[in-house]
């Protein structure tokens, strides 16, 4: 569609690490995959995430997939005018606590997402310690994570704009592990 953007794509364990690695990886039926990407239109950015598996995934990549994308509905309907920024983050990192990936930052180890617009990555950021009230007409990245330390990571990340009424996602969220896009 003539877009420009980029991708990074992390495999396996690596998936574990928010930012990914330069080591070489390799895609395996069952492996998961984490496709970060965005693009610029019109001089605006995105910011997308995707965990997937070709093939079958395990039931645990299932379960910790569910509670991820649980979080990211969390935190679209905690984000509303007048909300603090930090409570978004708090909605999200609750459900994935109270799955038992937590306290805080213990699997969830980065804020739950940024501003977003010209660049890639603007302020504000919805994270704890930002008291900072949301306005109308603000948009954001919407990306909780479930990192485990030595097997998998889970990011879903959707861009999410603020509304008088409250958030919407720029795109659907994520429907599964093995059917990322429906």
Same mark, same amino acid.
């Given at each position: 569609m003539?877009?420009? /953007?980029?991708? &990074?794509?992390?495999?396996? !364990?690596? =998936?574990?690490?928010?930012?990914?690695?330069?080591?070489?990886? +390799?895609?395996?039926?069952?492996?998961?995959?984490?496709?970060d990407?965005g693009?610029?239109?019109? /001089?605006?950015? &995105?910011?997308?995430?995707? !965990?997937? =598996?070709?093939?079958?995934?395990?039931?645990?990549?299932?379960? +910790?997939?569910?509670?991820v994308?649980?979080?990211?509905?969390?935190a679209?309907?905690?984000?509303?005018?007048?909300?603090?920024?930090?409570?978004v983050?708090?909605?999200?990192?609750?459900?994935?606590?109270?799955?038992?990936?937590?306290p805080?930052?213990?699997y969830f180890s980065?804020?739950?997402?940024?501003g977003?617009?010209?660049?890639?990555?603007?302020?504000?950021?919805?994270?704890?310690g930002?008291?900072?009230?949301i306005?109308?007409g603000?948009?954001?990245?919407?990306?909780?994570?479930?990192?485990?330390p030595?097997?998998?990571?889970?990011?879903?990340?959707?861009?999410?704009?603020?509304g008088?009424?409250?958030?919407?996602?720029?795109t659907?969220?994520?429907?599964?592990i093995e059917?990322?896009?429906?």
């Open positions: 003539g877009l420009r /953007g980029e991708a &990074s794509i992390n495999v396996g !364990t690596y =998936t574990a690490l928010p930012h990914g690695s330069r080591e070489p990886q +390799v895609i395996r039926e069952g492996t998961p995959v984490m496709l990407d693009c610029f239109v019109e /001089g605006y950015q &995105s910011d997308i995430t995707r !965990t997937f =598996t070709l093939g079958k995934a395990s039931d645990k990549m299932k379960k +910790v997939f569910d509670i994308r649980r979080a990211q509905q969390a679209l309907a905690a984000a509303h005018p007048g909300a603090a920024m930090e409570s983050d708090a909605a999200a990192r609750k459900v994935i606590a109270d799955a038992g990936y937590g805080g930052y213990k980065h804020r739950l997402g940024h977003i617009g010209m660049d890639m990555h603007e302020w504000y950021y919805l994270v704890e930002n008291t900072r009230k306005e109308a603000m948009t954001f990245s919407d990306e909780p994570g479930i990192y485990i030595g097997e998998f990571g889970v990011r879903l990340e959707d861009d999410m704009h603020v008088a009424d409250g958030a919407r996602w720029f659907p969220q994520s429907p599964s059917r990322p896009f429906g």
